[in-house]
């Protein structure tokens, strides 16, 4: 019993001595998001990237200036499920600071451009933040940075909706009553884009009473359409938390592996 503990505080010390740190001079398998992966529709923003939680740390090095750094955060503004984030951005008010001094001066300024890295820490519903500006390229201490592509496997798919049902009965879901209601919004929403919402939307079914969930690619819709539908709201019920309509969010696509699924709509 005494060796098995030991064996197990030398794992967790190891495990946490090889761990992303916002001090160290490589950093591997970084998601980049570029200016082009988002998409805003002037308060929430949409990452077309499928991001999975993971135990280790996501390494992110986000390229654009739109998204406010504290967005990502908070578990209810980005990827709620992820605990640890290592954020990497460019040092924006470095730069602002360097462009304003150029035209005060007239003077060119040459110098190294500084990024920022945070780490988060989320603990429940709160988080900590510890981070440093550095020079990325630094000749004494320069940073490496390894990039990669997330990519899907094999029946997987990406969806920005999910929205399921319960039993027809025995007790009834009160999600039936409003399903017709739902329909009509979302008829009017195609009709309106000349678009099919429901075009390539994937149905898993739970139960022999009607359970069932519809997972919604909205392949046929641009991003904005996408941040617009997913925040539409019927008069007697809303798609999303009211809480979460007022502030600004990440939406990111989701993955399901479709396998055993019914698509519908293709």
């Known amino acids: 019993m005494k060796n098995l503990l030991t064996i197990a505080i030398l794992f967790f010390c190891l495990n946490n001595l090889f761990a992303q740190t916002i001090r160290d001079s490589v ?34 090095f986000n390229d654009d200036f739109r998204i406010p750094a504290k967005l990502f955060f908070s578990r209810s503004s980005f990827l709620w499920e992820q605990n640890e984030i290592i954020l990497i951005t460019p040092d924006w ?52 940075i390894n990039f990669k592509n997330p990519e899907l496997k094999e029946n997987e798919v990406k969806y920005f909706f999910k929205e399921c049902y319960g039993s027809t009965c025995c007790p009834e879901d009160p999600a039936w009553k409003f399903e017709k209601e739902k329909n009509e919004m979302r008829n009017n929403f195609n009709e309106r884009h000349n678009v099919n919402a429901y075009k390539n939307t994937y149905r898993q079914i739970k139960g022999k009473e009607g359970e069932h969930c519809d997972y919604y690619t909205l392949s046929d819709l641009n991003n904005v359409q996408k941040i617009e539908f997913i925040f539409q709201r019927t008069p007697s019920e809303s798609f999303t938390d009211k809480v979460i309509d007022m502030q600004n969010i990440i939406i990111l696509p989701s993955i399901i592996n479709v396998e055993n699924m019914k698509k519908l709509n293709p």
């Open 93 to 144: 008010e470095f730069r602002k600071e360097i462009i304003d001094e150029q035209k005060k001066t007239g003077l060119h300024i040459r110098a190294f451009p500084k990024n920022k890295i945070y780490h988060i820490k989320r603990r429940g519903s709160g988080y900590e933040v510890d981070s440093l500006s550095i020079v990325m390229h630094d000749p004494r201490k320069p940073i490496k």
């Open 27 to 60: 950093f591997n398998n970084v998601i980049l998001i570029k200016k082009t992966d988002v998409s805003t529709n002037g308060f929430h923003f949409l990452i077309d990237i499928p991001l999975k939680p993971q135990k280790d740390p996501i390494v992110i």
